[in-house]
């Protein structure tokens, strides 16, 4: 177990759906990012959040928002679901910005039908 | 511009055979952040090591080691004496100083046969 936990672990939705994936850091941890694991775009950044507040964001599409909360889990909402967002969603935590590395969860694979 | 090539889509194995996974990247930055993550068939990506653009020593854990060298912008991993358990994808990963955003490879797939 890594300390991070990411629910719910598989999810499965219809095209045009909105779903949330939830993620709760590491103890102590105050960064999240997440992550988008496709098989043809490999693993993609989408967004990092310090202490509630966002810090760098990458090839997140418009359609997809996230937040950090006080107690410091994350949402990621995906929206207008489309059969290519289909992948698995890493959400990862470290202590500061990452110079350490990141602790990963175990992910949450999206099914979109 | 930060990039990660990891050349070697998937490598394929013996038990007890030696194996040595590349990685090559691109930079501007002095000072910068080189790690390798393992994703077994379970999923979850697993931290291995982290080197820093100063540290360039090589490091040896167990039956793993790195190599690590700013003169051919490369970060090396080898198995030594590998295993079955060592199969798995394995991804390199820069971060820059300025970014706090990781930029992983495409990753290699490596099946270790019994």
């Known amino acids: 177990d890594s300390g991070v936990t990411q629910t719910p672990k598989h999810l499965i939705t219809a095209t045009g759906q909105r779903v949330t994936l939830r993620c709760s850091p590491r103890?102590?941890?105050?960064?999240v990012y997440w992550y988008q694991q496709s098989l043809d775009q490999g693993l993609q950044f989408l967004i990092h959040?310090?202490?509630?507040?966002?810090?760098a964001k990458g090839n997140i599409l418009e359609r997809f928002s996230a937040q950090q909360f006080p107690d410091l889990h994350s949402e990621l909402n995906l929206s207008s679901l489309e059969l290519g967002d289909s992948a698995l969603y890493f959400c990862?935590?470290?202590?500061?910005?990452?110079?350490?590395?990141?602790?990963f969860g175990s992910g949450t694979r999206l099914t979109v039908v | 511009a930060q990039k990660v090539t990891q050349a070697q889509t998937e490598i394929s194995v013996v038990e007890k055979e030696d194996v040595t996974l590349d990685c090559v990247y691109e930079?501007?930055?002095?000072?910068?952040?080189l790690f390798w993550y393992k994703q077994p068939p379970s999923g979850e990506l697993v931290f291995l090591i982290r080197?820093?653009?100063?540290?360039?020593q090589n490091e040896i854990s167990g039956r793993y080691s790195w190599n690590f060298q700013k003169s051919t912008s490369s970060f090396n991993f080898t198995i030594t004496a590998s295993q079955v358990v060592d199969s798995a994808v394995y991804f390199c990963?820069?971060?820059?100083?300025?970014?706090?955003?990781?930029?992983f490879g495409s990753g290699t797939k490596l099946n270790v046969k019994p």
């Open positions: 990963a820069l971060r820059g100083f300025y970014f706090n955003k990781f930029y």
């Open positions: 080197r820093n653009s100063f540290d360039e």
């Open positions: 959040y310090y202490n509630g507040e966002e810090r």
């Open positions: 930079t501007r930055d002095t000072t910068y952040y």
């Open positions: 103890s102590g941890d105050l960064s």
């Open positions: 990862a935590s470290s202590p500061g910005q990452g110079e350490n590395g990141y602790t």
